[in-house]
């Protein structure tokens, strides 16, 4: 049985972010901590799941959106635990941030991380290192959290920026 795994979300965002059709697994493998391996692991599954199209180079993208909006807070939940150091996350990070405010502030755990709040779990561990050289991604796997543990507003908006990111609708 071939069954999505968190890093496959990880690995569709930053192919949106590369927003490029020649990348390879090799360079995506490592700027995101991944094994080559994992990575054409995932390629296939997204392939079979309908979110990459047949050359497993390009996102479908609507596939996803529907993926994101209807499923990733129950198939990859998460609720935040205790205060960490760590990098902001969900509606304590940009695009959000600057849009709701919360005394609560969320963070994947990372020491390097300079501010302090509740831990949410990355969808892969290596995240926190892997968006540092990608404000594109960040912003993307911000809005996946916003998703995985946000109320309704903070879903609705990340919803709102992620198509328009996507380049959906309107």
């Keep these: 049985m071939i069954q999505l795994k968190p890093q496959d979300i990880v690995l569709l965002l930053k192919i949106i972010s ?20 994992e990575v054409s ?5 997204s392939r079979y799941a309908g979110l990459l199209d047949i050359t497993g180079k390009i996102v479908m993208k609507s596939a996803l959106l529907e993926l994101l909006s209807h499923g990733i807070p129950y198939v990859f939940p998460q609720k935040p635990g205790a205060v960490v150091r760590g990098l902001p996350t969900a509606h304590s990070a940009s695009p959000l941030k ?16 300079n501010v302090r709040g509740h831990g949410i779990q990355p969808l892969y561990p290596s995240v926190p290192k892997a968006v540092l050289n ?11 959290d916003a998703l995985r543990v946000g109320r309704a507003r903070e879903k609705e908006l990340a919803l709102a920026i992620l198509k328009k990111k996507f380049g959906i609708g309107e």
Aim: hydrophobic share 40%; proline share 4%; aromatic share 10%.
């Design 18 to 37: 590369m927003n490029d059709t020649g990348w390879n697994q090799k360079s995506a493998a490592r700027s995101l901590g991944m094994s080559q391996s």
């Design 41 to 45: 692991d995932s390629v296939a599954r």
């Design 98 to 113: 600057e849009q709701i405010q919360s005394t609560e502030i969320y963070v994947w755990p990372y020491a390097e991380g």
């Design 134 to 144: 990608d404000p594109v991604l960040y912003e993307l796997l911000v809005l996946i």
